[in-house]
Protein backbone atom coordinates (compact mmCIF):
# COMPACT_ATOMS: atom_id res chain seq x y z
CA UNK A 1 0.00 0.00 0.00
CA UNK A 2 3.17 1.93 0.63
CA UNK A 3 4.71 3.92 -2.10
CA UNK A 4 7.76 6.73 -2.73
CA UNK A 5 8.84 9.60 -3.19
CA UNK A 6 12.22 11.43 -3.29
CA UNK A 7 12.73 13.98 -0.35
CA UNK A 8 14.81 17.17 -1.15
CA UNK A 9 15.30 20.53 -0.97
CA UNK A 10 14.60 21.85 -3.92
CA UNK A 11 10.73 23.29 -3.39
CA UNK A 12 10.95 23.55 -7.44
CA UNK A 13 11.55 20.08 -8.11
CA UNK A 14 9.29 18.23 -10.61
CA UNK A 15 5.78 16.93 -9.17
CA UNK A 16 5.69 13.03 -8.18
CA UNK A 17 2.54 10.70 -7.69
CA UNK A 18 4.61 8.68 -5.64
CA UNK A 19 1.69 9.22 -2.42
CA UNK A 20 -0.24 6.70 -0.54
CA UNK A 21 -3.34 7.14 2.04
CA UNK A 22 -4.70 5.46 4.96
CA UNK A 23 -6.53 6.62 7.81
CA UNK A 24 -5.81 7.50 11.39
CA UNK A 25 -8.14 5.73 14.36
CA UNK A 26 -9.97 8.88 14.32
CA UNK A 27 -10.67 8.39 10.76
CA UNK A 28 -8.58 11.57 9.77
CA UNK A 29 -6.44 10.95 6.48
CA UNK A 30 -2.94 10.30 6.48
CA UNK A 31 -0.49 10.60 3.54
CA UNK A 32 2.61 7.93 3.17
CA UNK A 33 5.13 8.89 1.03
CA UNK A 34 8.65 7.13 1.17
CA UNK A 35 8.02 5.41 4.42
CA UNK A 36 7.41 8.16 5.98
CA UNK A 37 3.62 9.00 7.58
CA UNK A 38 2.43 12.86 7.26
CA UNK A 39 -0.88 14.47 8.45
CA UNK A 40 -2.83 16.92 7.09
CA UNK A 41 -2.18 20.50 8.48
CA UNK A 42 -4.06 22.98 6.35
CA UNK A 43 -6.30 23.05 3.73
CA UNK A 44 -6.22 25.73 0.95
CA UNK A 45 -8.91 26.50 -2.08
CA UNK A 46 -6.31 25.17 -4.26
CA UNK A 47 -3.35 23.21 -2.25
CA UNK A 48 -3.34 20.99 1.09
CA UNK A 49 0.14 21.16 3.15
CA UNK A 50 0.68 17.94 5.22
CA UNK A 51 3.57 17.80 7.99
CA UNK A 52 5.50 14.68 9.40
CA UNK A 53 4.27 13.07 12.34
CA UNK A 54 7.19 12.40 14.06
CA UNK A 55 7.33 14.48 17.22
CA UNK A 56 10.23 17.48 16.28
CA UNK A 57 9.95 16.58 12.46
CA UNK A 58 9.53 19.89 9.97
CA UNK A 59 9.69 17.81 7.10
CA UNK A 60 6.46 18.31 4.53
CA UNK A 61 4.47 18.09 1.79
CA UNK A 62 2.32 19.73 -0.51
CA UNK A 63 -0.64 18.17 -3.02
CA UNK A 64 -3.55 19.90 -4.62
CA UNK A 65 -6.93 19.67 -3.60
CA UNK A 66 -7.62 16.64 -5.36
CA UNK A 67 -4.09 14.30 -3.42
CA UNK A 68 -1.61 14.84 -6.41
CA UNK A 69 2.02 15.62 -5.09
CA UNK A 70 3.19 19.04 -5.80
CA UNK A 71 6.21 18.83 -3.50
CA UNK A 72 8.34 18.13 -0.50
CA UNK A 73 10.10 20.69 1.81
CA UNK A 74 12.86 19.37 4.26
CA UNK A 75 14.52 16.60 5.00
CA UNK A 76 13.71 14.05 7.51
CA UNK A 77 15.37 13.93 11.29
CA UNK A 78 14.11 10.61 11.78
CA UNK A 79 14.83 7.14 10.11
CA UNK A 80 11.69 5.68 8.20
CA UNK A 81 8.83 3.87 9.35
CA UNK A 82 7.79 1.17 7.64
CA UNK A 83 6.57 -1.09 10.25
CA UNK A 84 4.16 1.98 12.01
CA UNK A 85 2.74 2.12 8.56
CA UNK A 86 2.36 -1.87 8.32
CA UNK A 87 0.54 -1.48 11.67
CA UNK A 88 -1.84 1.39 10.65
CA UNK A 89 -2.55 -0.33 7.68
CA UNK A 90 -3.22 -3.68 9.41
CA UNK A 91 -5.69 -1.96 11.81
CA UNK A 92 -7.48 -0.28 9.01
CA UNK A 93 -8.01 -3.48 7.64
CA UNK A 94 -9.25 -5.24 10.82
CA UNK A 95 -11.63 -1.39 11.40
CA UNK A 96 -13.50 -1.83 7.71
CA UNK A 97 -13.97 -5.96 8.41
CA UNK A 98 -15.21 -4.65 11.71
CA UNK A 99 -17.54 -2.35 10.69
CA UNK A 100 -19.20 -4.65 7.48
CA UNK A 101 -19.25 -7.89 8.65
CA UNK A 102 -20.74 -9.27 11.78
CA UNK A 103 -18.15 -11.75 11.92
CA UNK A 104 -16.29 -11.47 15.56
CA UNK A 105 -13.44 -8.86 16.37
CA UNK A 106 -10.99 -11.43 17.74
CA UNK A 107 -11.76 -13.82 14.63
CA UNK A 108 -10.68 -11.05 12.12
CA UNK A 109 -7.64 -10.16 14.36
CA UNK A 110 -6.35 -13.40 13.64
CA UNK A 111 -7.60 -14.13 10.33
CA UNK A 112 -5.69 -10.72 9.19
CA UNK A 113 -2.77 -11.91 11.30
CA UNK A 114 -2.49 -14.82 9.32
CA UNK A 115 -2.76 -12.63 5.86
CA UNK A 116 -0.48 -10.23 6.56
CA UNK A 117 3.52 -10.36 5.76
CA UNK A 118 4.63 -8.14 8.68
CA UNK A 119 8.17 -7.56 9.89
CA UNK A 120 9.46 -8.70 12.99
CA UNK A 121 9.36 -5.13 14.22
CA UNK A 122 5.28 -5.13 12.94
CA UNK A 123 4.70 -7.89 14.61
CA UNK A 124 6.35 -6.42 17.80
CA UNK A 125 4.27 -3.22 17.56
CA UNK A 126 1.29 -4.84 16.78
CA UNK A 127 -1.89 -3.94 19.31
CA UNK A 128 -2.96 -7.63 21.93
CA UNK A 129 -6.19 -8.83 20.55
CA UNK A 130 -7.71 -7.10 24.14
CA UNK A 131 -6.92 -3.77 22.44
CA UNK A 132 -8.38 -4.16 19.34
CA UNK A 133 -11.42 -5.82 20.81
CA UNK A 134 -11.88 -2.89 22.83
CA UNK A 135 -10.86 0.08 20.36
CA UNK A 136 -13.02 -1.59 17.59
CA UNK A 137 -16.39 -2.27 19.81
CA UNK A 138 -17.35 0.92 19.11
CA UNK A 139 -17.46 0.67 15.87
CA UNK A 140 -19.28 -2.32 15.67
CA UNK A 141 -22.02 -0.95 18.23
CA UNK A 142 -22.37 1.75 15.76
CA UNK A 143 -23.48 -0.67 12.90
CA UNK A 144 -25.43 -2.85 15.36
CA UNK A 145 -29.24 -2.62 14.98
CA UNK A 146 -30.97 -1.09 18.52
CA UNK A 147 -32.58 -3.86 20.89
CA UNK A 148 -36.43 -3.81 19.66
CA UNK A 149 -39.06 -2.86 22.16
CA UNK A 150 -41.84 -4.22 20.22
CA UNK A 151 -42.46 -7.26 18.47
CA UNK A 152 -42.82 -6.24 15.26
CA UNK A 153 -39.41 -5.76 13.49
CA UNK A 154 -37.49 -7.07 10.85
CA UNK A 155 -34.64 -9.24 11.08
CA UNK A 156 -31.69 -8.03 9.06
CA UNK A 157 -30.02 -10.28 6.67
CA UNK A 158 -26.74 -10.78 7.98
CA UNK A 159 -28.52 -12.25 11.65
CA UNK A 160 -30.60 -14.91 9.18
CA UNK A 161 -27.42 -16.21 7.43
CA UNK A 162 -23.75 -18.23 8.60
CA UNK A 163 -20.88 -17.37 7.30
CA UNK A 164 -21.32 -19.13 4.05
CA UNK A 165 -25.05 -17.79 3.76
CA UNK A 166 -26.28 -20.98 5.22
CA UNK A 167 -29.87 -20.58 6.95
CA UNK A 168 -29.67 -19.61 10.38
CA UNK A 169 -33.22 -18.37 10.56
CA UNK A 170 -35.07 -21.69 11.40
CA UNK A 171 -38.33 -20.06 12.76
CA UNK A 172 -40.45 -17.09 12.70
CA UNK A 173 -43.98 -16.99 13.74
CA UNK A 174 -46.35 -14.71 15.92
CA UNK A 175 -48.02 -16.89 18.07
CA UNK A 176 -49.98 -13.99 19.55
CA UNK A 177 -50.65 -10.69 19.68
CA UNK A 178 -47.68 -10.07 21.83
CA UNK A 179 -45.84 -13.10 21.57
CA UNK A 180 -43.47 -13.64 18.69
CA UNK A 181 -41.22 -16.85 18.55
CA UNK A 182 -38.00 -16.71 16.64
CA UNK A 183 -35.53 -19.95 16.47
CA UNK A 184 -32.44 -19.78 15.25
CA UNK A 185 -30.18 -22.91 14.09
CA UNK A 186 -28.05 -25.18 12.47
CA UNK A 187 -28.81 -27.92 10.23
CA UNK A 188 -25.97 -30.06 12.58
CA UNK A 189 -27.77 -28.48 15.19
CA UNK A 190 -31.13 -29.80 14.42
CA UNK A 191 -29.68 -33.22 13.38
CA UNK A 192 -28.38 -33.44 17.28
CA UNK A 193 -31.68 -32.76 18.22
CA UNK A 194 -33.89 -34.99 16.42
CA UNK A 195 -31.39 -37.92 17.22
CA UNK A 196 -31.63 -37.35 20.91
CA UNK A 197 -32.80 -39.75 23.26
CA UNK A 198 -33.69 -36.90 25.52
CA UNK A 199 -34.53 -33.37 25.42
CA UNK A 200 -33.92 -30.97 28.35
CA UNK A 201 -36.32 -28.32 28.18
CA UNK A 202 -35.64 -24.74 29.85
CA UNK A 203 -39.13 -24.09 32.36
CA UNK A 204 -39.88 -21.09 31.07
CA UNK A 205 -39.45 -21.90 27.43
CA UNK A 206 -41.65 -25.13 27.68
CA UNK A 207 -44.21 -22.55 29.02
CA UNK A 208 -44.22 -20.70 25.93
CA UNK A 209 -44.91 -23.56 23.68
CA UNK A 210 -47.65 -25.21 25.79
Known amino acids: MTTTAPSSLDENQP ?17 I ?37 LKIIREHCHPQEPENIDVRDFREKVKERVKHE ?3 I ?54 SKKLRNNNFLILEKMITRRQRIILFGTSEQLKMLFTAETILIYMTYLKMLI
Open 33 to 69: SDKYIFKLNKTTTTAKYWTCTFNGCSAKIHTNINDQF
Open 15 to 31: PSSNISFIQSQKGKPLL
Open 106 to 159: LRIYDEECEKAMLSTAAIAALPSEREINSAFNEARHAITPTIPTTQFFDIPDPY
Open 102 to 104: TTP
